[in-house]
């Protein structure tokens, strides 16, 4: 199970230091950090398998604010989640600069978790598996079954808000993503401590994006735990 930690703006240097330092991942999960750009280096250098929060498509250019995939290669950087839904939301994100940037991504031989979801009012109007529909074939048409591609199925209403789908929601879309783009499937909304083992423990799960539980040593330890012991 790959279970990765999105610290979002949270976190600088300093800090990513004493997290990388007391953070030990049990055997049998991969661990991953996920810090902003500034720590990276920081991350980079503890030896933990650290992703980006978003790369760009282009190699290098006139681009300001972004970052390319030899840049971060050059850092010892993994892997970059793409599409988050807080960059689709506020930051003008869209299916196709989504897939842009993957596929660069996975061109230049990084990993990639590209996150997908629904928002409340569309899975309340029975638009969910319309809206996945066409996020994950802009990513399948933009990359095919890569064997770095790793996708987040992340519904939005979940993400920050205390709530979490079902075990049963979870299994639902993770088999519908599935059935369209044959890669491992990450549940991400609202993942803590106390909800990870109905999460991980079902079919079509293949591991979690933690957002705020992750900023803590001890929680994200222990979902860490609870995906090894699975
Ligand atoms: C996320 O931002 O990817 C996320 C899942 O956040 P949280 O765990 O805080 O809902």
Redesign the pocket.
């Known amino acids: 199970m790959l279970i990765a930690a999105?610290w979002?703006m949270s976190k600088g240097p300093g800090e990513t230091r004493d997290f990388c330092a007391a953070f030990r991942p049990p055997d049998g999960v991969e661990a991953v950090l996920c810090p902003p750009y500034v720590s990276l280096a920081t991350a980079v250098e503890s030896a933990h398998t650290v992703f980006a929060q978003n790369v760009h498509w282009a190699a290098e250019g006139a681009y300001t604010g972004e970052i390319s995939a030899p840049m971060l290669q050059e850092l010892g950087v993994a892997g970059a989640i793409v599409g988050?839904s807080e960059r689709r939301q506020y930051f003008g994100e869209t299916d196709e600069t989504v897939a842009r940037r993957t596929a660069a991504a996975l061109e230049h031989g990084l990993r990639v978790i590209a996150c997908v979801g629904e928002s409340l009012e569309e899975r309340e109007s029975g638009q969910m598996q319309l809206v996945l529909g066409v996020q994950v074939e802009a990513l399948a048409d933009a990359a095919g079954p890569h064997e770095r591609l790793v996708i987040a199925y992340?519904p939005v209403w979940?993400?920050?808000t205390g709530k979490t789908a079902t075990p049963e929601q979870a299994h639902e879309a993770h088999a519908f993503i599935k059935k369209l783009l044959d890669v491992p499937v990450l549940y991400?909304?609202?993942?803590k401590p106390e909800n990870a083992v109905e999460l991980l423990s079902q079919g079509e799960v293949d591991g979690a994006?933690?957002?705020?539980?992750s900023l803590e040593v001890e929680s994200f330890t222990a979902i860490c735990q609870t995906a090894a012991s699975l």
């Open positions: 999105n979002k988050h992340e979940a993400i920050g991400g909304g609202s993942v994006l933690v957002g705020g539980a």
